[in-house]
Structures are given as C-alpha cells and as structure tokens.
C-alpha cells in the first residue's frame, strides 16, 4: 500500500482524537496523538519538580525523551501514559509549555521521524502546516465553543471526574486563545486543508467524510 500521511488538526474538543483514532483503526494506518506528546513533557516536569517555565530546562527534558506509539496512550522513556495526562492542570501546562520554540522543534522532528517510519493519521495543531505540510489528506475540524466544551464536560463526566462546565468553558477559551496566538507555529488552518465544522455532525458522518478524502489519495 502507498505510504500514507493524514493531518488531522484543530482547537481542543473538536472531535479530532476520537475521529483520527477511528479513521486509523478503519485503514489500518498508526494513530499519532501529537498532544500526548506535549502532555507528557508537562507530566514528567511535574513529577521532577522542574520549573515548566524554564525554557531550558524543559527543552533539555523534551530533548530526553523517548516517545513510542500505544493503543491506549503514549509510551513515553518506557512507561505508559494514559489519564494522569489528561487532568486540566495537564492540559493548561501543556498549552504554556507548547509556546516554546525549542520544545517544538523537537517534538516535530520527533513526529516526523514516527511518520516516515509507517502510514499515520496525526492530530494537532500543526500538522498540517509544520509537522507534515505534504500529507496526502488535510482536515481542519472545528465546533463552538459552547459544543466543545459540553463535549469534554460528557468525556471527563463519563470517567467519573467532576467538573463544572463553565470553568471547562474558559479553560478551553484560555488554552484556544493561547494557541491561536503564540508565535511559533500556532494554531491555524493549512491553506490546502478541508474545513469540517462538526458542531452539528455525528461521529460517524466525520469519520465518514475524512473516509471519502482518504479513498481518493489511496
Ligand atoms: O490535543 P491536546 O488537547 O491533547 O493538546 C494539549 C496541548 O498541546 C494543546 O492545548 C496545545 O497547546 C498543545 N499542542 C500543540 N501542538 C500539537 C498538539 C498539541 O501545540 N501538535
């Protein structure tokens, strides 16, 4: 089979994991969650009481780590990671610690030395327009704000975490704001990708639709 590149990038709670994780599973291909990556830095300066911002020190933590693919999380130095990085002090240090240019660079060479290895379908932020700007398939999803949030109140409800769904509002604006602002590679969408406003749309119809790119690019 053609070796295979699709971006799948967007804000938080637009659907991109679930729907990229499903597109992957229904090809075949390996799923790369590129905000793992990003979480777990964050993670692992907590756990080593290091200062997430001190730029140095966390690109030189970044720099260390070795990070390999798993169906329920992200390996990362040999250990599996999966909802200790997920919690929003994790999300808001991830987003601060993404705004470092030299932490970016590494996690991009990082994910394009994954996607050379084998067919991916990657999500994030920059997929599109840094990590793999000649992938065969480009999505950007969006949502509201007001469907995104409710999204990740039903996700983390669901794991039996409790929230409130105004703060789960404005954290997301916050991390959304950060995003789209920060100067080195921020979040925006490619000039060549497919817009899908999935506020509306089910699971299966996105799924659906990024299925129906795919199959002209195979
Ligand atoms: O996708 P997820 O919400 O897990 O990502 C956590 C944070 O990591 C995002 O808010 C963003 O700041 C950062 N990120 C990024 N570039 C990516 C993936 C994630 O800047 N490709």
Not at 39 to 48: D, G, P
Request: aromatic share 4%; with cysteine.
């Amino acid at each position: 089979m053609k070796h295979l590149q699709i971006a799948i990038d967007g804000p938080a709670g637009a659907g991109k994991s679930t729907v990229a994780r499903q597109v992957a599973g229904r090809l075949g291909l390996s799923y790369v969650d590129t905000g793992a990556m990003y979480r777990a830095i964050a993670w692992k300066a907590l756990r080593e009481n290091l200062d997430v911002h001190d730029e140095e020190a966390i690109t030189q933590l970044a720099e260390q780590l070795t990070f390999s693919l798993h169906p329920q999380g992200i390996i990362v130095n040999g250990l599996l990671l999966k909802e200790e990085i997920r919690t929003q002090e994790i999300s808001a240090l991830a987003s601060a610690i993404a705004k470092m240019p030299g932490v970016r660079r590494i996690l991009v060479n990082k994910q394009q030395e994954i996607a050379a290895r084998q067919s991916v379908v990657m999500d994030g932020r920059d997929i599109g327009t840094h990590v793999l700007p000649e992938a065969d398939v480009k999505v950007f999803l969006t949502a509201s704000i007001e469907e995104r949030a409710f999204r990740r109140y039903k996700e983390l409800k669901a794991k039996g975490i409790d929230v409130n769904l105004d703060q789960l509002r404005e954290e997301i604006k916050h991390r959304d704001e950060n995003d789209r602002t920060r100067k080195y590679a921020p979040l925006e969408q490619a000039k060549d990708a497919v817009l899908i406003d999935t506020t509306d749309l089910s699971i299966e119809d996105i799924v659906e639709s990024i299925m129906q790119l795919c199959r002209h690019k195979m």
